[in-house]
């Protein structure tokens, strides 16, 4: 079990934990983080998303089972569908992150409400450069949060954004040493707020074209993994 998650005084936590791999998720680890995001949301309003260790916050779907994807999984992503149920979902959500959110990793953390950053996290999108996009929601989310121009920086340049960046741009709140302990006092003080209030103005925040934007994401997405991996005539 790399997935970890519980309840404490009415705050939901979901830990990451396999560091060997960098807090990659395969297929069974998204299913994992599924689970314990619908149940903790049934039960909590508020939800805090962190690892283990503090060199990585999450690497991105595992490398190895990706080789195997093909255009229908791409079509389909998995990923994509369990990010935007957390960023929908009527739970506040907060990324706690200490050093790298890569690919995925950055993805799911821009699926969240709230992301508090320490000193050694960085935010990286490299799927250009394997010949596929950020498609499970990083498109859409990176540009809706930092605008057109960081979006590209990210995604066609391949810049990495720093913690004081992100911070300065307002992508993240500083977490200083241990973003873990800032992410659950903010979820306190979430927690003692009104939760209808809450989903209502979190509904109202959320952008009303991102249904069409995730859809291209995933058509995109698809039609590259056929390019790099054509069916035989």
């Not at 990659?24 to 049934?42: G, M, P």
């Not at 992301?115 to 990286?124: H, P």
């Not at 659950?184 to 939760?195: N, V």
Request: proline share 3%.
């Amino acid at each position: 079990m790399t997935i970890h998650y519980k309840i404490s005084d009415g705050i939901g936590q979901i830990t990451l934990d396999r560091p060997d791999k960098a807090h990659a998720y395969d297929s069974d680890h998204i299913e994992q983080i599924a689970a314990a995001f619908s149940e903790l949301s049934l039960n909590c309003s508020v939800i805090v998303i962190h690892s283990t260790g503090d060199r990585v916050f999450c690497a991105g779907a595992d490398l190895d089972q990706m080789k195997s994807a093909t255009p229908e999984d791409a079509a389909n992503l998995r990923s994509q569908a369990v990010f935007t149920e957390i960023a929908r979902s009527n739970a506040i959500t907060i990324a706690a992150i200490q050093g790298a959110a890569v690919a995925g990793g950055f993805e799911l953390a821009l699926s969240c409400d709230i992301r508090v950053a320490g000193r050694k996290a960085f935010f990286r999108l490299p799927e250009t450069s394997l010949g596929i996009i950020p498609a499970a929601g990083g498109t859409t989310r990176l540009t809706s949060l930092l605008g057109a121009s960081i979006a590209k920086q990210v995604i066609l340049a391949g810049q990495d954004i720093d913690a004081v960046s992100a911070t300065r741009w307002g992508l993240t709140i500083d977490g200083g040493g241990s973003p873990f302990d800032v992410a659950m006092r903010l979820a306190e003080d979430i927690r003692d707020r009104d939760p209808v209030a809450q989903r209502e103005a979190k509904k109202l925040i959320n952008t009303v074209a991102e249904d069409a934007h995730l859809s291209a994401e995933r058509s995109v997405q698809s039609e590259l993994y056929a390019r790099k991996n054509p069916k035989p005539a």
